[in-house]
């Protein structure tokens, strides 16, 4: 079946470093793929999707590319703030019909001052 | 976008009893679901919620422990029956139309003593 496999957190990394949350994923076909984030306390908001291969998803300052060949979603951001503390997840759906989201298992990013 | 009200927020309660959350969106989606999300572990889907019939539950949950209603295209319901400590975690609503991302309410924490 479809799975979503991230990076085991937590990521711990000073204010304006680079993130880099590394996303793979085992689907048939073209699936689209998404990352969504979690607040403390909040539930999940949609950061940034691509639904098909190539596409970069961009948002905030965060940006995902589709690759294929590689089957990964890699979230990245140039300059992490405080701000940006919170638990990332990685999301695929089939392509084919409707089916629901199958979830990676989140990443929590923890940025200090 | 779709905006999605989860109430309560969070909730304390004894062994034995049962909670009923409700979920309201501010407009008319095609698909509504539950997920559970336990400590540190990612999303799983309880169940699709289908509106005016029984919903569709996925493996490892039951209507008698979960029971949900859906009365029209943007409320539903789920209920945490016969409660047990190992029933404690957030319980995320969610809502899409069709080939749209998915929204999500902030989520219900619940703690079962």
């Known amino acids: 079946g479809d799975s979503v496999t991230q990076m085991e957190g937590p990521v711990t990394l000073s204010e304006e470093a680079f993130l880099t949350i590394n996303c793979t994923y085992t689907?048939?076909?073209?699936?689209?793929l998404f990352w969504y984030v979690q607040y403390p306390g909040e539930g999940l908001q949609l950061l940034l999707k691509a639904t098909k291969a190539d596409d970069k998803g961009s948002n905030k300052g965060f940006e995902a590319t589709y690759r294929k060949e590689t089957t990964s979603f890699h979230l990245e951001k140039g300059s992490v703030q405080v701000s940006d503390s919170a638990v990332y997840f990685c999301a695929l759906r089939p392509p084919s019909g409707y089916s629901t989201l199958t979830f990676g298992k989140g990443t929590m990013l923890l940025v200090s001052p | 976008s779709a905006v999605i009200s989860q109430k309560p927020s969070r909730d304390i309660c004894q062994r034995g009893t049962s909670l009923t959350i409700q979920c309201q969106v501010d407009s008319q989606v095609t698909m509504m679901f539950w997920y559970r999300q336990q400590p540190g572990q990612s999303l799983t889907l309880i169940a699709t919620?289908?509106?005016?019939?029984?919903?569709?539950?996925e493996s490892g949950f039951v209507i008698d422990k979960f029971p949900i209603s859906r009365p029209n295209l943007t409320f539903s319901t789920l209920t945490v029956s016969n409660m047990s400590p190992e029933d404690s975690s957030i319980y995320l609503c969610?809502?899409?139309?069709?080939?749209?991302?998915?929204?999500f309410g902030q989520g219900t924490r619940l703690t079962v003593v």
């Open positions: 919620a289908n509106q005016g019939s029984e919903a569709t539950y």
């Open positions: 969610s809502a899409e139309r069709v080939n749209t991302e998915a929204f």
């Open positions: 689907a048939t076909g073209y699936p689209s």
